[in-house]
C-alpha cells in the first residue's frame, strides 16, 4: 500500500528542496559515518521502501557477489604513494578491470564535495537502470528522475570521503526499474590533495522482476529522447 499521495508529495517537496542543500547532504553524510541512518531510513520509508542496508568497511568474506570480492582484492593491491593510507586515481588501470567494467562506476566529487559526477556508468547498470547517466551528477539525475533517494546516494559518497573506507550498501530499486535490488560496493580514491575525490563503485542488480508499466512510461517521458547519453 503506497502512502497517501499528499504526503508523498510534501515529502518530495522537503527533498527536492534539501537535494541542493548542501549542508543537509553532508549532515545525512557525517551521520552515516557515525553509523547513524534515521534520516535516510525516512527516504525510503515514505515511500513503503525497505530501509538501505549499509556497512563500513566490511570484511571481505562477507562480500557474496564476485564482483565485490573483486572489487575489494583489486583495490586492497593498488600502490599507494609513500605515507598514503588510499590509493589514487592516477593508480587504476582500466585493463585490469576489463572483465567487471560493465558493472563498475567511477564517480568524481564535485567543488561542494557534496555531490558527485558520473565519470564512468557501466553498461550493464545503465541497461537495468534504463539509462545512461555518464556526465550527470547524483543531484541533477536525481531532480530528473524525481526517485527522491538521491540523497542517499550523495550521503553515502560523503560517509566514505570522511571515513576513507569502503562501504557496502544495499537497498530497493525503484519501481520503474526491473531489479528490485541494487548492492553497490564503493571503495574510496584520493585526488591531487590526498583527499577522497574519486569512487569505484560495483554496482550489481538483484531479484529481477516485471517492473510498474504505468511508473516506467512516466520516466520514459520524464527523461525523454536522448537525455543522460
Same mark, same amino acid.
Given at each position: 500500500?503506497?502512502?497517501? $499521495?499528499?504526503?508523498? =508529495?510534501? *515529502?518530495? *517537496?522537503?527533498?527536492?528542496?534539501?537535494?541542493?542543500? #548542501?549542508?543537509?547532504?553532508?549532515?545525512?553524510?557525517?551521520?552515516?559515518?557515525?553509523?547513524?541512518?534515521?534520516? %535516510?531510513?525516512?527516504?525510503?520509508?515514505?515511500?513503503?521502501?525497505?530501509?538501505?542496508?549499509?556497512? %563500513?568497511?566490511? $570484511?571481505?568474506?562477507?562480500?557474496?557477489?564476485?564482483?565485490?570480492?573483486?572489487?575489494?582484492?583489486?583495490?586492497?593491491?593498488?600502490?599507494?604513494?609513500?605515507?598514503?593510507?588510499?590509493?589514487?586515481?592516477?593508480?587504476?588501470?582500466?585493463?585490469?578491470? #576489463? @572483465? +567487471?567494467?560493465?558493472?563498475?562506476?567511477?564517480?568524481?566529487?564535485?567543488?561542494?564535495? +557534496?555531490? !558527485?559526477?558520473?565519470?564512468?556508468?557501466?553498461?550493464?547498470?545503465?541497461?537495468?537502470?534504463?539509462?545512461?547517466?555518464?556526465?550527470?551528477?547524483? @543531484?541533477?539525475?536525481?531532480?530528473?528522475?524525481?526517485?527522491?533517494?538521491?540523497? !542517499?546516494?550523495?550521503?553515502?559518497?560523503? =560517509?566514505?570521503?570522511?571515513?576513507?573506507?569502503?562501504?557496502? +550498501?544495499?537497498?530497493?530499486?525503484?519501481?520503474?526499474?526491473?531489479?528490485?535490488?541494487?548492492?553497490?560496493?564503493?571503495?574510496?580514491?584520493?585526488?591531487?590533495?590526498?583527499?577522497?575525490?574519486? !569512487?569505484?563503485?560495483?554496482?550489481?542488480?538483484?531479484? !529481477?522482476?516485471?517492473?510498474?508499466?504505468?511508473?516506467?512510461?512516466?520516466?520514459?517521458?520524464?527523461?525523454?529522447?536522448?537525455?543522460?547519453?
Amino acid at each position: 500500500m503506497l502512502p497517501p $499521495a499528499d504526503s508523498i =508529495a510534501h *515529502e518530495r *517537496e522537503h527533498w527536492r528542496a534539501r537535494v541542493a542543500d #548542501h549542508d543537509a547532504v553532508r549532515a545525512a553524510g557525517e551521520s552515516l559515518a557515525r553509523c547513524e541512518q534515521t534520516v %535516510i531510513d525516512e527516504l525510503f520509508l515514505v515511500r513503503n521502501l525497505c530501509v538501505p542496508e549499509i556497512a %563500513i568497511d566490511p $570484511a571481505l568474506p562477507t562480500l557474496d557477489l564476485t564482483q565485490h570480492a573483486n572489487l575489494m582484492r583489486y583495490w586492497r593491491q593498488l600502490p599507494r604513494d609513500a605515507g598514503a593510507d588510499l590509493p589514487a586515481r592516477g593508480a587504476l588501470r582500466p585493463e585490469d578491470l #576489463h @572483465g +567487471t567494467l560493465g558493472d563498475l562506476m567511477l564517480l568524481e566529487a564535485d567543488a561542494t564535495g +557534496t555531490d !558527485f559526477v558520473y565519470r564512468v556508468y557501466g553498461s550493464n547498470i545503465a541497461i537495468n537502470a534504463g539509462q545512461d547517466w555518464t556526465g550527470w551528477s547524483v @543531484g541533477a539525475m536525481g531532480l530528473k528522475t524525481d526517485s527522491g533517494i538521491a540523497p !542517499f546516494y550523495r550521503a553515502v559518497y560523503v =560517509a566514505c570521503a570522511l571515513v576513507r573506507k569502503p562501504i557496502y +550498501t544495499a537497498h530497493e530499486a525503484m519501481p520503474y526499474q526491473t531489479p528490485s535490488l541494487w548492492r553497490r560496493l564503493i571503495v574510496p580514491l584520493t585526488g591531487a590533495s590526498r583527499g577522497v575525490e574519486w !569512487f569505484l563503485v560495483a554496482n550489481v542488480p538483484e531479484k !529481477f522482476r516485471r517492473p510498474d508499466r504505468a511508473r516506467e512510461i512516466e520516466m520514459r517521458r520524464r527523461l525523454g529522447p536522448g537525455d543522460g547519453a
